[in-house]
């Protein structure tokens, strides 16, 4: 188990969540596996306790206190897997139940293929807020930057790339997410400005964090990931909307005949 390290003051540890693929599962069983459209906090704490080297059975009561955003910079779109499992010697799988002996059971009837579904988000960008105490957030940075285990996007075989680790912020999460500049892909910024006519110096991204005052609830704070005493609890989150930097070279300058919030700008129209 890892010592939480002490100090005073807060401090918000920014992460880029950016790969391929990305999955983000809260309620997934059995054959078919889905993904939430964007990272859950049992996601994002299971990858911090696996930078610091944390076993299974550790304790995460540190990682708990620490208060979750996430900002929607890219969303990707949605992939399905479908594939099918069968025993490479033509024998019947095996089923979940065992015998005394604590022997797996062939299925019965005999079963030769189980066909599977999994989902992924493709080519999506998330930036994460993680505030907490300073010298957690401190410790928690190095960690990624230098992980004992290999990090995943909500799988094994969801691999981040590079920079996954953002400098960390002195402010609050909130400010935090607003102040930081856009983190699409450069691809996905081109694309933007030329399907909008536009190089516009903001843009808005929609934003989910932590919130005792929140409107939803989610499902997905783990209170162990011990496979023996697995468990789950709520929390209460805000869903809103947030003006963000681009950094978008040479900006178009600002539009004084602007008349206020437009929905349908954000469907392109």
């Given at each position: 188990m890892t010592t939480p390290p002490t100090g005073g003051g807060r401090a918000v540890l920014l992460l880029r969540l950016a790969g391929p693929l990305q999955s983000w599962g809260d309620r997934s069983a059995f054959n078919r596996r889905e993904t939430r459209p964007e990272p859950t906090k049992s996601g994002v704490i299971g990858l911090l306790a696996a930078a610091q080297g944390r076993a299974r059975e550790d304790d995460i009561t540190d990682l708990l206190q620490v208060r979750l955003g996430v900002r929607v910079d890219q969303p990707g779109t949605l992939l399905r897997d479908f594939h099918t499992v069968s025993d490479y010697r033509g024998r019947p799988l095996l089923q979940a139940g065992v015998s005394a002996k604590g022997v797996?059971?062939?299925?019965?009837?005999?079963?030769?293929?189980?066909?599977?579904?999994?989902?992924?988000?493709?080519?999506?960008?998330?930036?994460?807020?993680?505030?907490?105490?300073?010298?957690?957030?401190?410790?928690?940075?190095?960690?990624?930057?230098?992980?004992?285990?290999?990090?995943?996007?909500?799988?094994?075989?969801?691999?981040?790339?590079?920079?996954?680790?953002?400098?960390?912020?002195?402010?609050?999460?909130?400010?935090?997410?607003?102040?930081?500049?856009?983190?699409?892909?450069?691809?996905?910024?081109?694309?933007?400005?030329?399907?909008?006519?536009?190089r516009p110096a903001r843009i808005d991204l929609a934003a989910t964090v932590d919130d005792p005052d929140g409107n939803d609830v989610l499902a997905d704070v783990p209170q162990s990931f011990d496979p023996r005493r697995r468990a789950f609890t709520n929390r209460t989150v805000r869903h809103t909307w947030l003006s963000v930097p681009t950094d978008i070279p040479n900006p178009d300058p600002p539009d004084d005949t602007d008349a206020g919030h437009d929905p349908f700008v954000l469907l392109g129209w």
């Open positions: 797996q059971k062939p299925t019965s009837p005999a079963k030769n293929t189980h066909v599977t579904q999994r989902f992924y988000l493709q080519d999506a960008v998330f930036l994460v807020a993680v505030e907490g105490p300073e010298a957690l957030v401190t410790a928690l940075h190095d960690a990624v930057r230098n992980p004992a285990f290999p990090l995943a996007l909500g799988r094994r075989s969801c691999v981040p790339t590079q920079p996954l680790a953002l400098k960390p912020h002195t402010g609050d999460l909130d400010t935090a997410l607003r102040e930081t500049p856009w983190q699409a892909s450069e691809h996905a910024r081109s694309l933007h400005c030329r399907r909008t006519g536009t």
